[in-house]
């Protein structure tokens, strides 16, 4: 890994299929309205004020995770709290944008 892409700045698709090939969870960080009115199928629905409270549960599932919201704003503090707790995390930014690149 180089510094780009230690700071984001990398080949995010690859990556994401990096963490899809390795069984990673989706977590969408927007409110239960936002998502509710659109998702990735099979992502869990964790809005940004509650992800502190998840990170036992989210550790017990044993898996790497990709975080997305709906700009990428929200899911880059959601990556930065999971990272800071040891769990393995990349930001997949937009759920939109994260949906093309699955």
């Known amino acids: 890994m ?8 990398g080949n995010k698709t ?6 899809i090939a390795k069984g990673a969870t989706i977590i969408d960080v927007r409110s239960p ?3 509710v009115s659109g998702h990735i199928k099979g992502a869990k629905n964790m ?7 998840k990170i036992s549960d989210i550790k017990k599932t044993n898996k790497a995770v990709i ?9 880059g503090q959601a990556a930065s709290i999971l ?20």
Do not use: A, H, Y
Request: aromatic share 12%.
């Open 67 to 75: 975080v997305c919201c709906q700009s990428g704003m929200r899911s």
């Open 2 to 9: 180089g510094l780009f892409d230690f700071l984001g700045f």
């Open 14 to 19: 690859e990556s994401i299929q990096e963490f």
């Open 83 to 102: 990272r800071d707790n040891g769990i393995e995390v990349i930001n997949g930014g937009g759920w939109q944008s994260l949906q093309s690149k699955l």
């Open 47 to 53: 809005p940004l004020n509650t992800i502190s409270n």
């Open 33 to 35: 309205g936002e998502f």
